[in-house]
């Protein structure tokens, strides 16, 4: 069978949660290459050879994590289920919880 034709909603949550993790996945190869090269560029400005490379590639494993966790709160914020419902509870519901 389709998985389109019977169930289509958890066919497009599939899909958005895919997407979401394509995402993820570029967003850390960009933040990793920009250390790279920006490390590799300082130091060749300033002629010390690892030192801001090494420096700037261990700054990017926080900042890409803060940024994969940014990204998929964002992203899966927008995700709507039926019925206004998101993680099993409405809108109303959400904002009254304690």
């Known amino acids: 069978m389709d998985p389109k034709k019977t169930d ?3 066919y ?5 949660l895919a ?3 394509g995402q993820v996945g570029c967003l850390t190869v ?3 290459v920009a250390a790279a090269f920006g490390g590799l560029w300082l130091d060749g400005q300033f002629g010390t050879r690892p030192l801001f490379t090494i420096g700037l590639l261990l700054a990017a494993v926080p900042v890409t994590l803060i940024a994969m966790f940014w990204l998929v709160r964002q992203t899966t914020s927008r995700i709507q289920f039926e019925n206004g419902k998101t ?12």
């Open 30 to 32: 960009v933040i990793v």
């Open 19 to 21: 997407a979401v993790a």
């Open 8 to 10: 289509p909603a958890r």
């Open 87 to 98: 993680n099993g509870k409405s809108r109303d519901d959400r904002d009254t919880d304690d």
């Open 12 to 16: 497009t949550l599939n899909m958005a």
